[in-house]
């Protein structure tokens, strides 16, 4: 069975740093496109960062734009989510999630970990 397992979230303090990372238990998803996304409270999952099956191409959302870093390690079937300056309006259950083909559309996303918990205090 497919499975995407996050790690990494906690509690941070305004300005601080987490990293969350994303470990995929099947080879495949080498050749998959994955995404991070997140929910905050009472609001809609929404794209923060993608990266391409190789690495080379990322996206970001501008809301995390120069703050956050998405990166593979395709030898660890893992993804990584580096997230600097964080800020309050970042506290949100995020998700890692992977698609067949380098994408922005949600619902692209066909595989999708259980989310952990980034909490960002003032």
């Known amino acids: 069975q497919v499975q995407l397992v996050e790690s990494g979230g906690g509690l941070v303090q305004t300005g601080g740093s987490l990293r969350l990372s994303c470990a995929a238990s099947?080879?495949?998803?080498?050749?998959?496109?994955m995404g991070w996304f997140r929910q905050p409270p009472g609001k809609e999952r929404e794209l923060v960062a993608t990266v391409n099956w190789h690495g080379s191409s990322t996206y970001y959302a501008d809301s995390v734009k120069g703050r956050f870093t998405i990166s593979r390690d395709s030898a660890k079937n893992t993804v990584y989510l580096q997230m600097n300056s964080l800020t309050p309006e970042d506290t949100a259950v995020y998700y890692c999630?992977?698609?067949?083909?380098?994408?922005?559309?949600?619902?692209?996303?066909?595989?999708w970990g259980q989310g952990t918990q980034v909490t960002v205090s003032s």
């Open positions: 999630a992977a698609a067949w083909t380098w994408t922005i559309t949600t619902k692209d996303y066909h595989y």
């Open positions: 099947v080879r495949t998803f080498s050749s998959a496109a």
